[in-house]
DNA sequence: TATGTCAAGTTGTCTTTACAACTTGAGAAT
DNA sequence: ATTCTCAAGTTGTAAAGACAACTTGACATA
């Protein structure tokens, strides 16, 4: 069943395995999986790996154990890695999560209305551009972010789509954030951005909205990403070292 | 030096020592710890338990393996988030409203379902309480923390109208929270808890979960937060520095 | 019927062993 | 002096086995 020779992990193969049989719903939410000695038997590897697999699986909230009882399916959406600075596809892909990041609109300048709330760039010109992530069972977050232009201007021909706009900006200017904030509310979606999630118009979504501070200019960077919970959670490590 | 007979497994004992260590700088900062077989010599513990222990710390975010080379000791305590989960009033920013912090019901022990969703507790006794906080328009925070009855039992009789809990378990305890997570969602406010909150039955709220990690015990104290991001917005700020 | 006991099944922990993949630095070769 | 090769050390993955702690349901008993 497993590929032996492949050179992804037994244990990554046989996560994969499992997380597309929950959402197949051959293992429904509620149920109970297939025990660790039957799994082992089923696709040939020992405990410990079908261990260290549902151990990626309960990490990520998919399952969770009971000690005497069985392993079952949680049906919590799964979660997403530290909303750190270092970028939002960044966090997706060390989850492993297969999410998939595509720019709806590209980097080019816009003018913010003056009545822009919290934006910093209210009232004057920013750089813009638009992202959408998707999930296997359909798109989860809406990604806006507006760039200082006089900072960032060259970003305008930089490649976006699939990468960081952290690791972009770090290798063209060679220059990292110094700090930032992070806002969350309880937003409601409207036309355009209830459209792109596949949510009906007034449906309450979750809104946060990032200011990145760098050497040259305070919140040079603004986003508001507006986030179906449902889909993908946002999560965030609390520090000590 | 570690105790075979003790009901905590090694693992969790050897992560606390390394822990400690850290803390203590016996590992600074930047640097390597012993390997893992040198670890498993040292405290007479397989290798696989030393990874078992490393690997806490390491989702803690103190250590950092680097394949070939040896696990390191990762960047400073980020002193600000340790902050932000400190108290909550101190973790919202001000909107320019004043806010009271209200005890609705003091601590006592509880069972908690089996099926509650994320609590760390489920299926389980806990120490809880509930606390509610008002701006001048009326309620906007919900909180439900439940504690590890048998870490944090004295605090049944301890003053929490007011203060901090972290302040609290500190002065009692002479221990603060090693690292922790949180995660955002929105979701559906129940019966209690709109009506604490003053909102009609199914107006979404931010639900915010929050663990809260402590040298002996991981997830040993666990908190939801039900927010009108209306009346108050969370706020973290993101560290570096 | 109601209750208690027990056996089977499940996850939790731990050991020992083995090999693979990678990094680093020492030493050889140029 | 510079470059290359390689051995040693490190983490990554995996196996098989063992026992402990716990849950559940069947069964015997009252």
Redesign the pocket.
């Known amino acids: 069943m497993l590929n032996q020779a492949s ?1 992804m ?5 046989l996560a994969d395995r499992l997380s597309a049989a929950i959402r197949r719903g051959d293992y429904p939410v509620g149920e ?2 297939p ?4 799994l082992a038997a089923r696709y ?6 079908v ?2 697999a549902t151990e990626v699986l309960v990490r990520r909230g998919a399952l969770s ?7 079952f399916v949680t049906g919590h959406p799964r979660e997403l890695a530290a909303f750190s600075m270092a970028g939002t596809a960044a966090s997706f892909r060390d989850q492993g999560l297969s999410v998939d990041t595509q720019l709806l609109e590209g980097v080019g300048a816009r003018s913010v209305p003056a009545d822009a709330g919290d934006n910093p760039f209210r009232g004057e010109k920013a750089l813009f551009f638009r992202r959408l992530t998707r999930t296997e069972d359909g798109p989860a977050l809406l990604e806006e972010t507006y760039l200082d232009p006089e900072l960032f201007g060259e970003l305008r021909q930089v490649e976006l789509d699939g990468r960081s706009l952290s690791a972009a900006i770090r290798e063209h200017y060679r220059t990292e954030p110094t700090g930032g904030q992070q806002l969350f509310q309880v937003a409601t979606a409207s036309g355009a951005r209830s459209t792109a999630l596949e949510l009906s118009a007034g449906a309450p979504v979750l809104l946060i909205r990032r200011h990145l501070h760098f050497p040259h200019g305070d919140s040079a960077v603004y986003s508001e990403l507006y986030c179906r919970t449902d889909r993908i959670v946002p999560c965030q490590d609390l520090g000590d070292a």
Not at 9 to 13: A, S
């Open positions: 050179p992990p037994l244990y990554q193969q109970r999986i025990s660790e000695h039957a040939r590897v020992g405990r410990p790996t261990r260290q154990r009971r000690r005497g009882s069985g392993t």
